[in-house]
């Protein structure tokens, strides 16, 4: 590699390092019931919401009537944003005089917004309006987000509550994320973007006269303003259909690093609002550390991968990095980074063609997918899908010594299990249920590319993607059609509530119990040896899971080279 590749990913590592404990101490203050930084500017515009919606920010909620909150306020917004890309062709803010999308894409487009998924079967400047881009997807980009963070924090409080029947409000928990972390935090980096090069404008297509005296229409829209949250947000959906590839998204090597840190900002800082909120940073540092060590290891697997190149070349005499789907501006080893940070995160943005990695490298995104998310995982959802292998980390440990396994001084017993099970087991049931219906059906196998091991990998990252809310593709399969549009739109449901009603049944479980001292028996979860027991559960249980399926996929193509 070179030494700019070197310079980047130091650097990238350096700037999530000073974000991590400002960022997160900024969190934890925002959620720990005290007076917090901005409220003078922020709470006036919260208790106008409160009152606009009805809403009572002091009455707490159990976690059903947390959860029913959440699932009302979902389903309310897939219903309204069908409709908006039912009607946008005769709505205001439509300078390419787009029309109505199709029922199937409509409902696939409204669930993968709303669920953070923000999966596109679609080419975003050729299908959506303006209005859309901006009232629709990005409303969207802001508002999954939150419930990520929203559900992550209800998490937290059931775990250091003791004899609580409550673990907060959903709405004011959904307000407070909103309006004081994510739209700060976009506006700063819009403004950034925008002044690196990043096209934001309200204007129509402009008019380029080629040199063969041709005509050409060259989209411009509001980009910076959806790109900043599409990265902070970890949604990944762009109004381009290149995604982070188009120039007119990220146009250098310096928006590249800004959008890669964009994407791991919140994610690494909700660790340490993590371990501030449980009164113990060592918890939070525990946690960053497993997440770190996962996502350091995918991007330095797929940089070795793509860095190496393709065997089959390298015999024919052409040596050097595999350069196939990826933009000369930024080369291999960006590509490979940001290939793990969109994929070990929840945003499915992409700078290059995943479907072009080699069979090695492209496997790296998909794993990442299949460990849940939680390297660091998406915003909100990274920190309690982790919280959730803590617990079964903690179960495994005292199964070995013989008691009864405790974390943060709450008891972990039957019925947390029982709901951690539920939680693991969703989304691998989703991904092979669907992938393996997928691949016998006609209608569905013709949507693929490449027929043999790389068409299995086509199917199975696509509903990998879908369910764990990640939203990028291999680009070779055809997803736009009935069967596909429906299925992802399922998974994407399924991977999105399945995971977070039994993440908060687990915090009410939590909150319900009396705390109990820690005793010389009691493992200590703030060490490093914790951190890799975390690790290590990580990777045997999704290694156990999908093993027979990367190994008809991915690791027989790269055998097959």
Not at 81 to 97: D, E, I, K, S, Y
Not at 465 to 494: E, H, P, Q, V
């Amino acid at each position: 590699m070179s030494w700019q590749a070197w310079a980047q990913a130091a650097s990238l590592l350096g700037l999530v390092g000073l974000s991590t404990p400002l960022l997160g101490a900024y969190i934890a203050r925002v959620f720990d019931g005290c007076p917090a930084p901005g409220d003078r500017i922020f709470s006036p515009v919260e208790r106008a919401l409160y009152r606009l919606g009805g809403i009572d920010p002091e009455r707490e909620q159990p976690w059903s009537v947390y959860a029913l909150s959440m699932l009302a306020f979902s389903c309310v917004s897939v219903l309204g944003l069908f409709l908006l890309q039912r009607v946008q062709g005769a709505l205001p803010l439509n300078p390419t005089h787009v029309g109505s999308v199709a029922p199937a894409l409509a409902f696939n487009t409204a669930v993968s917004f709303v669920t953070n998924t923000n999966w596109q079967s679609y080419g975003g400047e050729s299908t959506m309006s303006h209005l859309t881009q901006m009232a629709g997807l990005t409303v969207q980009n802001f508002v999954s987000a939150a419930v990520g963070i929203a559900v992550a924090i209800a998490v937290v409080r059931g775990i250091t509550r003791r004899r609580s029947e409550t673990i907060g409000n959903f709405w004011a928990d959904l307000t407070r994320a909103t309006t004081r972390i994510l739209l700060p935090l976009a506006l700063v980096l819009a403004l950034v973007l925008a002044g690196l090069g990043v096209v934001q404008t309200l204007s129509g297509p402009a008019t380029a006269h080629t040199v063969a005296g041709a005509t050409q229409e060259i989209f411009r829209g509001p980009v910076a303003s959806q790109e900043a949250i599409k990265e902070l947000g970890t949604n990944g959906g762009g109004p381009l259909g290149a995604n982070s590839a188009h120039p007119f998204e990220n146009p250098t090597g310096l928006t590249n690093l800004v959008e890669m840190w964009a994407l791991l900002a919140i994610p690494f800082a909700l660790t340490f609002a993590f371990g501030r909120l449980v009164g113990d940073r060592r918890q939070g540092w525990a946690i960053f550390a497993a997440m770190l060590a996962l996502w350091a290891g995918s991007a330095a697997l797929a940089t070795w991968a793509e860095v190496g190149g393709n065997p089959q070349l390298h015999a024919l005499g052409a040596v050097g990095a595999n350069m196939e789907g990826k933009e000369v501006r930024f080369g291999a080893p960006a590509s490979a980074l940001f290939a793990a940070s969109t994929t070990g995160t929840s945003a499915g943005a992409v700078d290059s063609s995943h479907d072009s990695f080699t069979p090695l490298g492209g496997a790296v995104p998909l794993v990442n997918m299949m460990l849940g998310e939680v390297s660091p995982g998406g915003v909100g959802s990274g920190l309690y899908g982790m919280l959730v292998f803590a617990l079964l980390a903690v179960f495994m440990a005292g199964l070995m010594v013989g008691r009864t396994p405790e974390y943060l001084g709450k008891k972990i017993q039957a019925a947390e299990m029982k709901l951690v099970v539920l939680y693991l087991l969703a989304v691998p049931a989703l991904v092979l249920t669907f992938a393996g219906v997928s691949v016998v059906l006609d209608s569905a196998t013709r949507s693929i590319l490449d027929p043999g091991p790389h068409g299995l990998s086509e199917i199975v990252y696509a509903f990998t993607s879908a369910s764990n809310n990640n939203g990028s593709a291999f680009g070779g399969l055809s997803a736009n059609t009935d069967w596909l549009n429906t299925t992802l739109g399922l998974a994407m449901l399924g991977g999105r509530f399945l995971l977070i009603v039994p993440a908060l049944a687990i915090a009410g479980s939590l909150a319900r119990k009396q705390y109990v001292p820690a005793t010389a028996g009691t493992l200590p979860t703030g060490t490093p040896l914790f951190a890799g027991l975390l690790v290590g559960v990580v990777l045997i249980v999704v290694g156990l899971t999908y093993f027979p399926v990367l190994s008809l996929g991915p690791t027989l193509e790269h055998l097959g080279q």
